[in-house]
């Protein structure tokens, strides 16, 4: 008895062991080529990192989820193109009132939304008043306070009355706030999106990948590639293992410029890059020994080399810019020379302000370009004599909760990605920065209220004073680098807006 | 045997209750406001406040322990604060991800072991067996994502003869599925087969001195014949000892695996949820973790009482 179980149950393993290796060994054999090699001319998969938790921005903050949804799932009445200038999207066109304050759109017509309802006007209408209701949640529906009320002219004319006259507001159309939603579409934005774009949401393995389907009634031009993954990454290395490995067409917004060299090199692949609305920005907390002293930011200023930051931390990618504002806004200009890299002067002016020999705390977020700016800031600043004490907080949980939220911080550094922020950041002072903005306040409202060429002279001063006083460093703006497979055309190089368009890309 | 068989159901409900407590107060007492997190860069007061009551994080500690327990009891792990939809189906989605990988590297871990093990106490006294014992050491020194990473590098990025990373449910594309788990399995696999065949082979050759298998030797059994035929049951139980607490190590350690591969399974989720703050999806899958630890410790203990006579015996 006992002797018919002992082998009964060897006959059992045995038969498990010889099965898995059969498995395991017979598939191996079976796998010769390189996986994933065919190319599908209809189908493309893209590997990004940072997951969206969900897929309503109407409650979630984060750039994931726009990334996906913009462009792709919704659209606004107006777009930006690669060179960030404004353009019509399912706005044909619109005129503004003698005064500034009143847009009337004339609306595309035959578009519909992907549930199959009609867009019209009264679509605008509600979309607009949605963003200034209580269901929307992300921290962003401020850009619409500026916004009146809304008027139906007729299905294919709405008319937009401002509070008063906004340059920016037009601006904030393009962005996420401006996203056309059907009223009959947005019980579970989470989960079902409903727009007017290109794409469908076709399926979401949460944690792994949303899958996009081309629209066969899609009023503009058709996608160039119907069927689009968007794979989701832990981190770069495994965003370029699966494009070596075949398993991925084409990765956005590469996070490790360290690894592209390996790309570079090779014919099948093709490396695009471009630049972004990031601004990898050094604070020094304004209101918090040393830095209430404009003369103690100033000398870090002069202490940091900017270029050598980028070249070291980055890899030499990303732009130079020495203000808080991306080359692609209407009102950017090079203010590289205002703190050019001058050590002595650096060690005069703490010598002025009495603070040799300082002292500072340098909160670090965990992320890998926080990370590399932080070895190179603390030996420049320990050339001048400032002694940096390197902390790490965990990023979003602690360095929000501890630098972004109860400002208790004297320096750190994170990648300012919004749109047009440098009046986010600057024009409040009980933002993290702490700048006092009594000087730029009535400059800044008074160029958003006037016209293009105004609004643009008024905010270049803006900046000038920003950057003059030392509220921040900015030490350079974050390349958006993207790899691809050598066939694939139409990628946007330039992140302009939050928005990864795919309806451009196509297979050549 | 039943009056043991309760006491360890007994020690199951009370560790269980213990866990979820710890679990809880650990998950308060970390910094980052979930509401906070989650209203993000551009948020008012006025939204964290209202995030926060929606969430329930403002109501007493007592109050969200018992929303959160007793939904555990009924199987409802609740909404998450982050996702915004109900997180059981997800956690059992990923539940099986993660068993699938584990369970397949335990097998693989096994097959390797248990023979390697019983060669090298067979072979103790020559060069064969101490060979066996040098490479297990050097083995059990390797870390699980190392010898994942070093795969990678080798199989998929320079011979390109397996994916990276990814997966593929085995109901989907049963083939992709295999080609995927191939390197995971195997880097998990790796440092269990090494652990195990010491401990299978410390078995094995404590029982080949003991009388019983003296006495059958003197029957007329060659040392082989006598060690299969009577030695091996025994040897069993410890191995069996081993194996279930490394089966429970290995779901822990399955967590980095999961993200150099990025397998879709509890530990990916749980890495995101920490950095999410979304606390009750956390509690979940840590809770999650403990039960499959604290089953597989009862089955063990139960099979254990069947298993061995001494046991049954001391306890009658």
Same mark, same amino acid.
């Given at each position: 008895?006992?002797?018919?179980?002992?082998?009964?149950? %060897?006959?059992?393993?045995?038969?498990?062991?010889?099965?898995?290796?059969?498995?395991?060994?017979?598939?191996?054999?079976?796998?010769?080529?390189?996986?994933?090699? %065919?190319?599908?001319?209809?189908?493309?998969?893209?590997?990004? #990192?940072?997951?969206?938790?969900?897929?309503?921005?109407?409650?979630?903050?984060?750039?994931?989820?726009?990334?996906?949804?913009?462009?792709?799932?919704?659209?606004?009445?107006?777009?930006?193109?690669?060179?960030?200038?404004?353009?019509?999207?399912?706005?044909?066109?619109?005129?503004?009132?003698?005064?500034?304050?009143?847009?009337?759109?004339?609306?595309?017509?035959?578009?519909?939304?992907?549930?199959?309802?009609?867009?019209?006007?009264?679509?605008?209408?509600?979309?607009?008043?949605?963003?200034?209701?209580?269901?929307?949640?992300?921290? @962003?529906?401020?850009?619409?306070?500026?916004?009146?009320?809304?008027?139906?002219?007729?299905?294919?004319?709405? /008319?937009?009355?401002?509070?008063?006259?906004?340059?920016?507001?037009?601006?904030?159309?393009?962005?996420?706030?401006?996203?056309?939603?059907?009223?009959?579409?947005?019980?579970?934005?989470?989960?079902?999106?409903?727009?007017?774009?290109?794409?469908?949401?076709?399926?979401?393995?949460?944690?792994?990948?949303?899958?996009?389907?081309?629209?066969?009634?899609?009023?503009?031009?058709?996608?160039?590639?119907?069927?689009?993954?968007?794979?989701?990454?832990?981190?770069?290395?495994?965003?370029?293992?699966?494009?070596?490995?075949? =398993?991925?067409?084409?990765?956005?917004?590469?996070?490790?410029?360290?690894?592209?060299?390996?790309?570079?090199?090779?014919?099948?692949?093709?490396?695009?890059?471009?630049?972004?609305?990031?601004? +990898?920005?050094?604070?020094? *907390? *304004?209101?918090?020994?040393?830095?209430?002293?404009?003369?103690?930011?100033?000398?870090?200023?002069?202490?940091?080399?900017?270029?050598?930051?980028?070249?070291? !931390?980055? *890899?030499?990618?990303?732009?130079?810019?020495?203000?808080?504002?991306?080359?692609?806004?209407?009102?950017?200009?090079?203010?590289?020379?205002?703190?050019?890299?001058?050590?002595?002067?650096?060690?005069?002016?703490?010598?002025?302000?009495?603070?040799?020999?300082?002292?500072?705390?340098?909160?670090?977020?965990?992320?890998?370009?926080?990370?590399?700016?932080?070895?190179?800031?603390?030996?420049?600043?320990?050339?001048?004599?400032?002694?940096?004490?390197?902390?790490?907080?965990?990023?979003?949980?602690?360095?929000?909760?501890?630098?972004?939220?109860?400002?208790?911080?004297?320096?750190?550094?994170?990648?300012?990605?919004?749109?047009?922020?440098?009046?986010?950041?600057?024009?409040?002072?009980?933002?993290?920065?702490?700048?006092?903005?009594?000087?730029?306040?009535?400059?800044?409202?008074?160029?958003?209220?006037?016209?293009?060429?105004?609004?643009?002279?008024?905010?270049?001063?803006?900046?000038?004073?920003?950057?003059?006083?030392?509220?921040?460093?900015?030490?350079?703006?974050?390349?958006?680098?993207?790899?691809?497979?050598?066939?694939?055309?139409?990628?946007?190089? *330039?992140?302009?807006?939050?928005?990864?368009?795919?309806?451009?890309?196509?297979?050549? | 045997?039943?009056?043991?068989?309760?006491?360890?159901?007994?020690?199951?409900?009370?560790?269980?209750?213990?866990? #979820?407590? %710890?679990?809880?107060?650990?998950?308060?007492?970390?910094?980052?406001?979930?509401?906070?997190?989650?209203?993000?860069?551009?948020?008012?007061?006025?939204?964290?406040?209202?995030?926060?009551?929606?969430?329930?994080?403002?109501?007493?500690?007592?109050?969200?322990?018992?929303?959160?327990?007793?939904?555990?009891?009924?199987?409802?792990?609740?909404?998450?604060?982050?996702?915004?939809?109900?997180?059981?189906?997800?956690?059992?989605?990923?539940?099986?991800?993660?068993? +699938?990988?584990? #369970?397949?590297?335990?097998?693989?871990? @096994?097959?390797?072991?248990?023979?390697?093990?019983?060669? %090298?106490?067979?072979?103790?006294?020559?060069?064969?067996?101490?060979?066996?014992?040098?490479?297990?050491?050097?083995?059990?020194?390797?870390?699980?994502?190392?010898?994942?990473?070093?795969?990678?590098?080798?199989?998929?990025?320079?011979?390109?003869?397996?994916?990276?990373?990814?997966? /593929?449910?085995?109901?989907?594309?049963?083939?992709?599925?295999?080609?995927?788990?191939?390197?995971?399995?195997?880097?998990?696999?790796?440092?269990?087969? !090494?652990?195990?065949?010491?401990?299978?082979?410390?078995?094995?050759?404590?029982?080949?001195?003991?009388?019983?298998?003296?006495?059958?030797? !003197?029957?007329?059994?060659?040392? /082989?014949?006598?060690? @299969?035929?009577?030695?091996?049951?025994?040897?069993?139980?410890?191995?069996?000892?081993?194996?279930?607490?490394?089966?429970?190590?290995?779901?822990?350690?399955?967590?980095?695996?999961?993200?150099?591969?990025?397998?879709?399974?509890?530990?990916?989720?749980?890495?995101?949820?920490?950095?999410?703050?979304?606390?009750?999806?956390?509690?979940?899958?840590?809770?999650?973790?403990?039960?499959?630890?604290?089953?597989?410790?009862?089955?063990? =203990?139960?099979?254990?009482?069947?298993?061995?006579?001494?046991?049954?015996?001391?306890?009658?």
């Amino acid at each position: 008895m006992q002797r018919s179980t002992t082998s009964r149950r %060897a006959g059992v393993l045995g038969a498990l062991m010889v099965s898995t290796i059969l498995a395991l060994t017979g598939c191996t054999a079976g796998s010769t080529g390189t996986p994933g090699s %065919a190319t599908d001319k209809n189908t493309l998969t893209v590997a990004l #990192t940072g997951e969206p938790v969900n897929l309503d921005f109407t409650t979630t903050a984060g750039a994931a989820i726009p990334q996906a949804m913009m462009s792709n799932v919704y659209e606004g009445l107006v777009t930006l193109d690669q060179t960030g200038a404004i353009k019509p999207l399912l706005a044909t066109g619109w005129e503004t009132s003698a005064d500034n304050k009143s847009y009337t759109f004339t609306l595309q017509e035959g578009v519909k939304f992907s549930n199959g309802a009609d867009f019209d006007a009264e679509d605008v209408k509600f979309s607009i008043e949605r963003v200034k209701s209580d269901a929307w949640l992300n921290g @962003l529906k401020t850009k619409m306070d500026v916004v009146d009320n809304v008027q139906v002219v007729s299905p294919e004319t709405v /008319t937009v009355n401002l509070k008063r006259p906004s340059q920016a507001w037009l601006y904030s159309m393009t962005t996420l706030v401006g996203a056309m939603f059907d009223p009959s579409g947005v019980d579970d934005l989470a989960n079902q999106p409903v727009g007017t774009g290109p794409y469908a949401l076709e399926s979401w393995a949460r944690g792994e990948s949303i899958k996009l389907a081309g629209r066969d009634d899609y009023w503009g031009i058709m996608p160039g590639i119907k069927n689009v993954t968007l794979r989701y990454f832990a981190d770069a290395i495994a965003t370029t293992n699966a494009l070596t490995s075949g =398993d991925v067409d084409l990765v956005y917004n590469m996070q490790a410029p360290e690894l592209l060299a390996g790309f570079q090199s090779k014919p099948e692949y093709q490396v695009i890059e471009g630049t972004s609305n990031g601004e +990898i920005m050094l604070s020094m *907390n *304004n209101n918090v020994a040393p830095f209430n002293d404009k003369r103690v930011r100033q000398a870090v200023m002069y202490a940091i080399d900017r270029q050598e930051v980028r070249d070291t !931390a980055w *890899n030499g990618l990303g732009t130079l810019v020495g203000g808080p504002v991306p080359p692609t806004d209407p009102y950017y200009e090079d203010l590289n020379d205002l703190y050019p890299h001058d050590p002595a002067k650096a060690r005069e002016l703490l010598k002025e302000a009495g603070a040799e020999n300082l002292d500072v705390t340098f909160t670090v977020p965990t992320r890998p370009y926080a990370n590399a700016v932080a070895e190179v800031v603390f030996s420049q600043l320990k050339d001048v004599g400032i002694n940096v004490k390197i902390q790490s907080a965990e990023f979003p949980a602690v360095w929000l909760d501890q630098v972004f939220n109860r400002h208790d911080y004297q320096m750190s550094v994170v990648l300012a990605v919004e749109a047009r922020d440098v009046l986010t950041m600057f024009d409040n002072p009980d933002y993290y920065i702490g700048y006092d903005n009594s000087k730029i306040k009535d400059e800044a409202a008074l160029a958003d209220e006037s016209d293009t060429a105004n609004y643009v002279a008024g905010m270049k001063n803006v900046v000038r004073t920003i950057v003059e006083d030392a509220a921040s460093d900015t030490l350079f703006i974050f390349p958006n680098i993207s790899v691809a497979k050598a066939g694939l055309s139409g990628i946007g190089a *330039n992140s302009v807006t939050e928005a990864l368009s795919l309806a451009t890309i196509a297979w050549s | 045997m039943l009056i043991r068989i309760a006491k360890n159901l007994a020690r199951f409900v009370v560790t269980f209750l213990v866990a #979820t407590l %710890a679990v809880f107060g650990i998950m308060r007492v970390l910094p980052g406001d979930p509401a906070a997190i989650a209203a993000g860069e551009n948020a008012t007061p006025e939204l964290i406040a209202r995030l926060a009551q929606e969430f329930g994080t403002d109501r007493p500690l007592p109050e969200q322990y018992w929303d959160w327990f007793s939904g555990l009891l009924r199987g409802d792990f609740g909404v998450s604060y982050v996702t915004r939809t109900d997180i059981s189906p997800l956690v059992l989605d990923k539940v099986q991800v993660s068993l +699938i990988l584990v #369970t397949l590297a335990m097998l693989l871990a @096994l097959v390797i072991a248990i023979p390697l093990g019983i060669l %090298a106490a067979i072979r103790h006294n020559k060069p064969s067996g101490a060979l066996i014992s040098g490479l297990s050491q050097l083995g059990i020194a390797i870390p699980g994502f190392l010898l994942g990473i070093l795969l990678v590098s080798f199989l998929s990025l320079r011979l390109g003869w397996l994916p990276a990373n990814g997966w /593929t449910p085995p109901g989907e594309d049963f083939g992709d599925f295999i080609r995927r788990i191939i390197l995971p399995v195997t880097a998990l696999a790796g440092v269990q087969s !090494a652990i195990l065949t010491r401990y299978v082979r410390s078995a094995v050759l404590e029982v080949m001195h003991e009388d019983y298998l003296r006495t059958a030797r !003197a029957k007329g059994l060659s040392p /082989t014949r006598a060690l @299969l035929r009577h030695g091996l049951r025994n040897a069993a139980i410890p191995v069996l000892t081993v194996t279930s607490v490394q089966f429970a190590a290995l779901i822990i350690g399955a967590v980095v695996i999961e993200r150099v591969f990025v397998v879709p399974g509890l530990g990916s989720m749980l890495l995101t949820a920490v950095g999410n703050r979304d606390l009750l999806t956390v509690q979940s899958v840590v809770m999650v973790l403990v039960a499959i630890t604290l089953i597989i410790n009862l089955v063990v =203990d139960v099979l254990y009482t069947v298993l061995d006579p001494r046991i049954r015996a001391a306890n009658q």
